[in-house]
Structure formats: structure tokens, C-alpha cells
């Protein structure tokens, strides 16, 4: 008979076992509920973070109370409900269960307040909560949430949230915010080593901090030194990442400097003419893509707005083209081998086109926006690559390589470099040389136009904007060789390079000051530049 009785007693305690994590989860929650009655604030945050650890239903309802004024304990039993005013008197409903616990005016109610330090714990466990959303840009945000203040009450939310996750890319961002979580103060041994080997395959400086704070203070030695190693090679992959954006930042610099540069290296390079005007030229194609934009936006329909783009292009060069030719034809043509009266003549022209772009326009910034296809940014081996810059190297290579064919095999081409050559002999052949110089300091002008378009998309677009790079693209085509385009190439990208590596060391102006203290050094070893090309200039 004993041993029937046994047998029941065992079948009862294994039919009502699952019972029993239940009914404590529900009493440990309305243990955490009522611990937020408590005159110190500190006590009361502990019931918070209790809260969160726990991951009740009605975590998210008590919390929002909280944190909203709405949470009270009432005077006579101390029960904690929620409120909600109705007339002159609050209806209540128990914060711990929901069940409604009837009405009370206010003088029967204590609030239970939340102070800040309460209020950024509360939007943190929170923000945990859009782990379970069915968004997968909510459940990357609540990643990043917990990567960005990691704790070790995080823990069972991010692994109940990493069961049910299937996107690739929302399960690496909790594996890393459970890491995070677990080396806060969670987790075995085991564990923490299997973090620390999560986040040493990261290049995130936050999570380089984490590891850090790790072998320093970990009570573990296993863990210390496995962090230790950790840090190591995250610092070498750092230094290799930061000589790649460094390179990639100065691929970017310098091709706005060649784009800046390529017509001032025909205009100065082949003509000989010191032409001032030059970031004038720039500065019409930058306004020329603005006017563009501004017809885009009141005519046509916003689907086309990103097209506004290549409408600009071909525009800004022919505004700014047909001014250098009147340039040329008015003005330049009278002062050739007169290298200072030139100089003097463009200076003065700079000056009249800023004042009537002034007078146009007005003299403060106007906004030319990026289209949607040239927004945002990618990631290419851990390198953070906007999308404008991209497509701006993009264009400048595009540029050169349209430029040096044009100049290879078009019959103009031929022109310009038979008359660079030998002026003299090319007028003998019947070459007419008024039109070629027409045309040179044209082609030269409308390039710096085309600059303008891509230099409005990364800079300021005002009456100055071609004063910021006349000096550098005079450098740039002094240093790569006067009259030869790969030089050109050659002496903007390797400027680029050179400053943006500086410029960690030595900061933005001092980096420019050094960069041309290097050209003068060079200049006085070699005063052709890189690439030294016979022409009229040079001769």
C-alpha cells in the first residue's frame, strides 16, 4: 500500500512540475512590482532591473507606467496599480496581475516617481522589447541598443530573441549584443570566453572598449588573457583599416583636386595663361547645377528629380565653356606672352563674375541636394564608403578617360597638340590657331564647369566656391608637369593621399602647409614637375 501511495504521490509532483516556474515567475514579478514602493530611489531602480531581467507579459505595462506618472501605491494597503484618470477620481487596475482594483480620488494615492537615471534604465529595457518585432530594422536597432550599453540583464532577452531569429544580418547583431551582455557581468566562464571570441572578430571601437575594460578587470585569468590576445588583433586590423580609409579618403580628395585641376591643366599647362578666373569656372558650374535642380523641382515630377543630375552636367559645361571662349576671344588673346598682365586680366574677371553671381543670386549659400542614388553609404571590408564620394571618383576617372580620347583622336584634339607643339609650323599647315586657342581655353573652362556639378555635391555652393581650389589645382599641375595630363592624374591623387595621411598627425592646415612646403622642395629638384611635356609654355 506504501508503495502506491509513493507512486502517487510521485505522479502528482511530475503532472503539476511545469506548473511551478510559472506561478514563481508570476510571484518574483509581483515581488519586483511591489519593491517599486520604496522611498529611495536607488531601491527603486533595483526593482527595475529586476523587472527587466525577468521578462514578464506586463514588464512593458508597468514600466510605461512608470515612467509616464501613471503608477501609484494606494495609501491604505500599499497595492501597487495603475491609474487612469476618469473625472474626479482614478480607475485602478492592479500593475502586478491587470485585474481591475475599482477607483480612488487622488488624495488616496502616493505616485511613485522615477527619477532620470530611472528614466534612461527604463528606456533601455524598453528598447529591448522591439527584439520580439517583426520589423527586422526594429530587431537591428534593439541590437544596437544593447551593443551600445551593454548589461547583463540584457541576457535572457537577447537568447530568447536569437531562438526565433532567422535574417542573417539581425542574428550577427544579437550574437554581438549577447557577448556584449554576457561580459557586462552575466555568464559562465564558458561563456565569456565565447564572447570575448564574438567581439574579437569585430572592428567596432565601442566593442574594442568592452574588450578592453575585459583583460583589465575580469576576475578570470582564462578570460583576461583571451581578451588580451582579442585586443591585439583588433588593434592590427584597426591599423590596416585606417590606412584603407585614409587611402580611400585621399582617392576622394584627390579626385576633386583632378577634377578641379584638369582644366587649369589645359588652359595653364598648354596655353601658358596664369588664368585667375579658373575657380570662377568651377563656380558657374556648381551655380549652373543649381539652376537645374531648382527647374527640376517647380516642372517637372519628383519621380525625375534624380535625373537632375545628368541634365547638369552637359549644361555647366556649356555655360561655363562659353565664357571662357568670350574670355579668351575679348580679353586673353590681346595678352599672350604676357604671363603678369594675364594673371592681372583673369584676377580682375574673377572679381566682376563673384559679384554678379553675388548680384544674382545673392551672397549666401544656396543648397544643392544629393539624389537619392548618390545618398547614404555601403560597407566594403569594414570600410565605410559614402556613396557620393564613390560615385565622384567614378566620375573623375570617367572625365580623364573621355578627355584623353578626345585629345588622341579627334581631329580638334590633333589641333591643340600640333599647335602646343609648334604654333608656327601648325599655322603653316594651315591649322587656324585663333580658333584652337578659342576653343582650348573653352574645353579647359568647361571641365572646370563639370567640376562645379560634382563639387556642389560634397561642398557649399556660394559666390567663393572656386576660391577654395585655384591654388591647390595650380599645384597640382605644377607638380604633375606642366602640359601633361597623366600628370595631372598622377599629382592630384598623389596629393590627395599625402594630405589625408597627414592630416591625422598634423591636422587639416597643417597638413596643407606641408604639402606645400614637400612641392617647393620637389619643384626646386625638378622644376618641369613629374611629367615634363615640350610645348609653348615651356619653350
Known sequence: MSRILAALGVLVALMFAPLAPAHADDAAFAAAVAGLDQKSFPKRAEAVATLGTL????????????????????????????????????????????????????????KIIANNQMRGQIQDILGRFLLFSTDAEDRIRAADQVLSNPDASAVAQVRNALKTENEPAVRQRLERALAAALLSGGGTTEERLAAVQTLGNTNEPALRGLIQRTAANDADDAVRAAATSALAAIDRRLVFLDMGQNLVFGLSLGSVLLLAAIGLAITFGVMGVINMAHGEMIMLGAYTTFVVQQAFRAYLPPDLFGLYLVVAVPMAFVVAGAVGVAMERSVIRFLYGRPLETLLATWGISLML????????????????????????????GLTLTTNRIVIIIFAAAVVLALAAFLRWSAMGLNMRAVTQNRSMAAAMGIPTGRVDALTFGLGSGIAGVAGVALSQVSNVSPSLGQGYIVDSFMVVVFGGVGSLWGTVVGAMSLGIVNKFLEPYSGAVLAKILVLVIIILFIQKRPRGLFALRGRFVE
Not at 501609484?72 to 482594483?101: M, N
Not at 544674382?360 to 560597407?379: H, K, L, Y
Open 55 to 110: 521578462g514578464h507579459a506586463r514588464t512593458e505595462t508597468v514600466l510605461r507606467a512608470l515612467a509616464d506618472g501613471t503608477l501609484f501605491a494606494r495609501k491604505e494597503d500599499r497595492q501597487v496599480v495603475i491609474g487612469r484618470l476618469s473625472g474626479d477620481a482614478y480607475s485602478l487596475s492592479d500593475a502586478a496581475t491587470g485585474a481591475p482594483a475599482g477607483s480612488a480620488p487622488s488624495g488616496e494615492l502616493a
Open 354 to 381: 563673384q559679384q554678379a553671381i553675388r548680384s544674382s543670386f545673392g551672397a549666401t549659400n544656396r543648397e544643392v541636394a544629393n539624389p537619392a542614388w548618390m545618398s547614404g553609404a555601403m560597407d566594403f571590408l
